[in-house]
């Protein structure tokens, strides 16, 4: 399955969707929600947000297909919890730091596994919001099957497209990740 961003002959805009998934020009899409706590610090920022602050991050998946599936679903909500669940579990009540931080031995000696380090770049909400993209779009490809507490399973579609993750900052601020 190919990529394409260009003018079709039709003078129609491609965005970079798989050919052929939405050849009718419309789609399925839904959108899954989660709300985080989180704390960060930003090393190369100028003003305040280079101290310890955090935010109630709500956190926006959106996937599409071209059809439903088998019980009239883009796919089950819960799959997209199930595939999220460790990663946003780690994300919340947690604070997370850049791998040059002078601070960050201390904090890790207080806070210990409730420290993140991200290496090479500060975790500014669009930096967050990329690796949550990057980490479900793994998951699709890997094609996993997830299983709830109750014993039920659940998988993602194979040709499920992840369009976009939002990460929301604060009220009037978010950043997006996607296609």
Same mark, same amino acid.
């Given at each position: 399955?190919?990529?394409e961003n260009s003018l079709s002959g039709s003078g129609i805009l491609?965005?970079?969707?798989?050919?052929?998934?939405y050849a009718s020009g419309m /789609?399925?899409? $839904?959108?899954?929600?989660?709300? /985080?706590?989180?704390?960060h610090m930003l090393l190369k920022h100028p003003g305040?947000?280079?101290y310890p602050h955090g935010h109630t991050r709500r956190v926006e998946v959106v996937v599409s297909?071209?059809?439903l599936d088998e019980r009239d679903m883009v796919c089950d909500f819960k799959a997209i919890k199930l595939a999220l669940a460790d990663m946003l579990d780690r994300y919340d009540h947690a604070l997370v730091v850049n791998a040059e931080d002078p601070l960050l031995r201390c904090l890790q000696e207080e806070l210990k596994e409730r420290v993140? $380090?991200?290496?090479?770049?500060?975790?500014t909400t669009e930096v967050m919001a990329r690796r949550i993209y990057e980490h479900l779009k793994g998951e699709i490809a890997a094609g996993r099957e997830y299983t709830d507490t109750g014993g039920e399973q659940y998988r993602l579609p194979?040709?499920? $497209?992840l369009e976009r993750v939002r990460v929301g900052e604060t009220s009037s601020s978010w950043?997006?990740?996607?296609?």
């Open positions: 399955m190919g990529f491609n965005l970079g969707f798989p050919l052929g998934a /789609i399925y899409r $839904v959108c899954k929600a989660f709300e /985080i706590e989180s704390g305040r947000c280079r297909r071209d059809r993140i $380090v991200f290496e090479g770049e500060d975790p194979s040709d499920l $497209v950043a997006e990740y996607g296609i």
